[in-house]
């Protein structure tokens, strides 16, 4: 079993940043693991944000946040990171972490086993 712990939401300006992290206990990750972020917004479902493999390093973005969020983990930590910046209030949702298997696609919810609790993104002004 895997726990994951979501933290460094809040409510930023519109053009500002926050970092994510997902804090994981129990097992450790493999080189084959996968780890995510997923988001949802009020009323919508849950989409796909961006994917790192623990081993490899391989990223993979949504096109809605290409170029303005850098995934990121650190092994020592056992840790996940989300740096998010120029935030739009279209990024206003709660923030997933998740961690499951790579099986060759990153944006597959059912590839992803385990789920954190979600910190909530605000972002107005």
């Known amino acids: 079993q895997v726990q994951l712990s979501e933290s460094g939401g809040g409510l930023v300006q519109p053009g500002g940043s926050l970092r994510l992290s997902c804090a994981a206990s129990?097992?450790?990750?493999?080189?084959?693991?996968?780890l995510g972020w997923f988001r949802q917004a009020p009323g919508k479902e849950r989409e796909f944000v961006a994917a790192i493999t623990w081993g490899a390093e391989s990223k993979f973005y949504a096109d809605a946040v290409k170029g303005r969020f850098t995934i990121s983990r650190d092994k020592a930590e056992n840790t996940l990171y989300l740096q998010m910046n120029s935030l739009k209030p279209e990024d206003t949702a709660v923030y997933y972490c998740s961690a499951g298997r790579f099986g060759g696609t990153f944006t597959r919810r059912d590839q992803y086993t385990y789920w954190g609790q979600g910190t909530q993104v605000t972002v107005s002004s």
């Open positions: 129990g097992r450790t990750f493999t080189p084959s693991s996968l």
